[in-house]
């Protein structure tokens, strides 16, 4: 009997190939877009996903590939896991990631219960990372994909051993002009589809116009200030700003300011020319671990903080049940409170937690 698989079709060109390699692979597959939130007003305007055009792709793919496809709506559990979450993480001085939220909260776990209630073996995504199983450890790994370039293993830290068990990545091994030549050789409508860069819900990128609109709220100004205490200015509401921003502050000065931190109880914005944007120290929470159970006494590994960074070395250790504490060997510019920091052995993806 075929193994099956459902596979996530986004309506964008590395999940129809996905699915296209999957199928070729003999599996039994379903495709399956997830109405995750309506973003119809920026169909052609923006480079996001979860418009009715995607559907009408994924459609379409799924259509070529002969393959079963249906629309999945969650956008209320969407609105109450991800984005209340994004905009209590500004109010509060983070700056959130809910792409990673999103695969961890809803994507996958999501997906994989709707295979499981559909008969399914496998979730399938246009990912670019590996899954494997190490035979020695007894777990399934996450570990980066082929090409640098466009490696997502970053985004997907959270995944648990449940999901890894069931998920299949077959972009990891593939370059993206790999991936388009194989669109292209099978007609697919999305073969040179734009890629998705934006966030669904805030597709022009102004998210405190966004938390405004959301939330029927208006975020009080207060003063810039330097780190004793002299003011600068005055900030637009706290919502406006992230760790490290240089852009956007209107202040004259002969060296530029960046932010250096955010006083929630006074309502504060602190400014440096640089001064303070370096640490080499974080802690983080809420995390999830892959290649290992639990870290035991201080490892030594490398780890990175944002997407496009590049991992650096660093020592670390779990400081409780959910916690860790990372000490990088230099010091690092701008860690950002609500960001990511991801561990990694080699190419191989340890854990990660949110910066506390």
Do not use: W
């Not at 996905?18 to 597959?29: F, H, N, R, V």
């Not at 920026?42 to 559907?55: A, L, M, Y």
């Not at 980066?144 to 890894?164: C, F, I, R």
């Amino acid at each position: 009997m075929n193994k099956t698989a459902l596979i996530a079709m986004s309506g964008g060109v590395d999940s129809s190939v996905a699915a296209y390699l999957i199928k070729s692979e003999g599996y039994d597959c379903e495709g399956v877009t997830m109405r995750l939130f309506h973003n119809e007003e920026n169909v052609c305007n923006f480079k996001t996903c979860c418009s009715d055009k995607d559907v009408a792709d994924a459609r379409r793919v799924a259509g070529r590939l002969s393959i079963p496809y249906s629309v999945v709506n969650y956008m209320e559990d969407f609105d109450e896991k991800i984005i209340k979450k994004f905009v209590r993480t500004y109010e509060n001085g983070g700056t959130p990631n809910p792409c990673i939220d999103c695969n961890r909260y809803m994507k996958f776990k999501k997906l994989l219960d709707a295979a499981i209630s559909r008969g399914r073996d496998f979730i399938v995504t246009g990912h670019y990372a590996r899954r494997e199983f190490d035979e020695a450890k007894g777990r399934y790994i996450l570990k980066k994909g082929l090409d640098a370039a466009k490696d997502q293993s970053y985004v997907l830290y959270g995944l648990t051993q449940d999901e890894l068990a069931h998920t299949l990545l077959p972009l990891g091994g593939l370059g993206k002009d790999e991936v388009r030549k194989i669109a292209g050789e099978q007609e697919f409508i999305n073969a040179g589809k734009a890629e998705s860069q934006d966030i669904c819900f805030v597709p022009d990128g102004d998210y405190a116009s966004f938390i405004e609109r959301y939330t029927g709220r208006s975020y009080a100004p207060g003063d810039f200030v330097d780190h004793e205490g002299k003011l600068l200015g005055k900030h637009k509401g706290l919502i406006h700003y992230t760790i490290g921003q240089r852009k956007g502050l209107g202040i004259a000065a002969e060296s530029p300011y960046f932010v250096t931190g955010l006083d929630t109880k006074n309502n504060r914005v602190m400014l440096s020319h640089g001064e303070g944007l370096f640490s080499d120290t974080l802690t983080a929470s809420d995390i999830n671990l892959i290649s290992v159970p639990e870290i035991k006494g201080e490892i030594k590994c490398a780890a990175k903080v944002r997407y496009r960074q590049k991992e650096q070395p660093c020592s670390v250790i779990q400081t409780g049940p959910d916690s860790i504490k990372v000490v990088f060997d230099e010091p690092l510019r701008a860690i950002t409170k609500g960001q990511a920091v991801v561990l990694y052995d080699g190419d191989t993806v340890i854990g990660g937690g949110t910066i506390d």
